[in-house]
């Protein structure tokens, strides 16, 4: 099939014309479209750290719910040896209450992740504060705070993925160990008793 009449009575001029008019509609459509994906990414992002936000407000919460959760309300009788005496034990025990609102913040970040990198780092992160409860109360303490301060760094881009995964590896491992020191310690001060006990409580 051909143009026939009409593309002999088009001019170079005018096929020119023609197909610089297309190409420009191409174009067009081609711009249009990575620009709604451009648009769509920004807004998932912006979802993301939003959600990401929340985690660190959840960790905040945390370190004040588990400095309430080790100083009982009776700790109004200070000069009390006994009342100090229970009060630096829960601080050095491992767990706390239950962190159910810190990790439902966490699995709601990891569904809004955008990208597959993204959804790497948030299952270290999940990992990592899941085991956080491993460490005794006055290291969740101290730490809940540098953890918020990584999750930052990863955003702003202070910190790769890479080492981001890396350090929640740590965190976890170093969890471990200090729930597993503190085992021992209260094993060599309060003897086997205190093994037993611990064994009993899981």
């Not at 920004?42 to 719910?65: C, H, P, Q, S």
């Not at 706390?96 to 966490?106: F, R």
């Not at 976890?172 to 310690?185: I, N």
Request: charged share 20%.
């Amino acid at each position: 099939m051909t143009l026939g009449p009409f593309a002999d009575a088009l001019t170079a001029s005018d096929w020119f014309a023609f197909l610089g008019v297309l190409v420009a509609a191409i174009l067009g459509v081609l711009v249009a479209v990575w620009g709604q994906w451009v648009a769509r990414r920004a807004a998932n992002v912006e979802r993301f750290d939003a959600a990401l936000a929340g985690v660190i407000v959840a960790l905040g919460k945390r370190a004040t719910e588990l400095d309430e959760w080790a100083s009982p309300a009776e700790v109004a009788v200070v000069g009390s040896l006994g009342m100090r005496a229970t009060r630096d034990a829960r601080f050095g025990d491992a767990g706390g209450p239950v962190d159910i609102e810190l990790q439902t913040a966490v699995e709601a970040a990891w569904l809004v992740a955008p990208g597959r990198k993204d959804r790497e780092c948030m299952d270290a992160l999940s990992a990592a504060v899941y085991n956080f409860k491993e460490g005794t109360v006055q290291w969740q303490i101290d730490s809940l705070a540098r953890l918020a301060a990584d999750i930052r760094a990863w955003r702003t881009g202070t910190l790769s993925p890479n080492h981001f995964r890396y350090g929640m590896e740590t965190w976890s491992g170093a969890a471990f160990g200090v729930g597993a020191r503190a085992k021992e310690s209260a094993v060599e001060i309060l003897g086997p008793a205190a093994s037993k006990s611990d064994k009993a409580q899981q």
